[in-house]
T-cell receptor, first 112, second 114 residues
């Protein structure tokens, strides 16, 4: 089993819809969680981080964390074509903090 | 804004050559990392460093070594390049070992070994 698993994708949504990206992790001592966006041919950039159970909102983005279920998700409201990218989930354990393990990514396409 | 600079965007080397990939960050970050990214395999950690002259193996260190002589610079070395090391190499840095310390990536080096 991979340490971090994401929806295999690709995911396609119409413009204006909500895109839902999911991530599960296997190590219960994981403590911090990050979502990175990677445009084709570019490097990943951080869009959200979350450390506590519950929801965290930033503009059109909401990260949701459920440590009991070992599940973290990213919702993108009012999806735009510019949101089309690969979204990477990354997890840090409290041991060896600072070292991230990544999922394989989910590719999102937002169709106009 | 944090800037992580990788010395080359594209690199073509021959099998058996010694290859150096250089990475410099300008924000006094303690941690530096080298990842490679391949289609279907995601981002995989090669080596990382929490301090000058310190290094730790990641998940796929075989065939690679690293050097961190100065805090801002982290070099990845392919001692004898092989075709299976053709990949996108991403350098990253993070502030420290606290949990809320995300990665800042460089633009990547696409290495082709022929």
């Amino acid at each position: 089993q991979k340490e971090v698993e994401q929806n295999s994708g690709p995911l396609s949504v119409p413009e204006g819809a909500i895109a839902s990206l999911n991530c599960t992790y296997s190590d219960r001592v994981s403590q911090s969680f990050f979502w990175y966006r990677q445009y084709s041919g570019k490097s990943p950039e951080l869009i959200m981080s979350i450390y506590s159970n519950g929801d965290k909102e930033d503009g059109r983005f909401t990260a949701q964390l459920n440590k009991a279920s070992q599940y973290v998700s990213l919702l993108i409201r009012d999806s735009q074509p510019s949101d089309s990218a690969t979204y990477l989930c990354a997890v840090n354990r409290n041991t060896n903090a600072g070292k991230s393990t990544f999922g394989d990514g989910t590719t999102l396409t937002v169709k106009p | 804004d944090v800037k992580v600079t990788q010395s080359s965007r594209y690199l073509v080397k021959r099998t058996g050559e010694k290859v150096f990939l250089e990475c410099v960050q300008d924000m006094d970050h303690e941690n530096m990392f080298w990842y490679r990214q391949d289609p279907g395999l995601g981002l995989r950690l090669i080596y990382f460093s929490y301090d000058v002259k310190m290094k730790e193996k990641g998940d796929i260190p075989e065939g690679y070594s690293v050097s961190r002589e100065k805090k801002e610079r982290f070099s990845l070395i392919l001692e004898s390049a092989s075709t299976n090391q053709t990949s996108m190499y991403l350098c990253a840095s993070s502030r420290n070992r606290e949990l809320n310390s995300p990665l800042h990536f460089g633009n990547g080096t696409r290495l082709t070994v022929t």
